[in-house]
Nanobody, 128 residues
Framework: EVLLVESGGGSVQAGGSLKLACVAA????????MAWFRQVSGEERERVAA???????????SSVKGRFAMSRNNARNAVNTVYLQMDDLKPDDSAMYYC??????????????????WGQGTQVTVSS
């Protein structure tokens, strides 16, 4: 079983930065595809960023490209962790942010990847 735990959310003013972290505890490891999603109440969930298994390639939603950066720590003796550095935040970035993971998926960056593990979410609020 994989347990995903997010942290790092909070409230900032427009133009500010936050860095989210997601720890994949339990059976999580570097074989997983991982991604960040966000959702505003009453709206569809949006994939914000995804990262390859080795962390060498990433993909971003057009709305955050150039402002957000996803990375991962696959060190052998470390708990598998992914990060989302969010800069130049805008009020439209306000949402609940979720970490997701899966062991399946040939291409981690594909939009069609199905994620079976989800974190509890961390709230990001950006004021104007």
């Amino acid at each position: 079983e994989v347990l995903l735990v997010e942290s790092g959310g909070g409230s900032v003013q427009a133009g500010g930065s936050l860095k989210l972290a997601c720890v994949a505890a339990g059976d999580g490891d570097s074989r997983m595809c991982m991604a960040w999603f966000r959702q505003v109440s009453g709206e569809e969930r949006e994939r914000v960023a995804a990262i390859s298994r080795r962390g060498g390639t990433t993909d971003y939603a057009s709305s955050v490209k150039g402002r957000f950066a996803m990375s991962r720590n696959n060190a052998r003796n470390a708990v598998n962790t992914v990060y989302l550095q969010m800069d130049d935040l805008k009020p439209d970035d306000s949402a609940m942010y979720y970490c997701a993971a899966t062991f399946s998926g040939l291409n981690c960056l594909a939009e069609t990847v199905h994620y079976e593990y989800w974190g509890q979410g961390t709230q990001v609020t950006v004021s104007s």
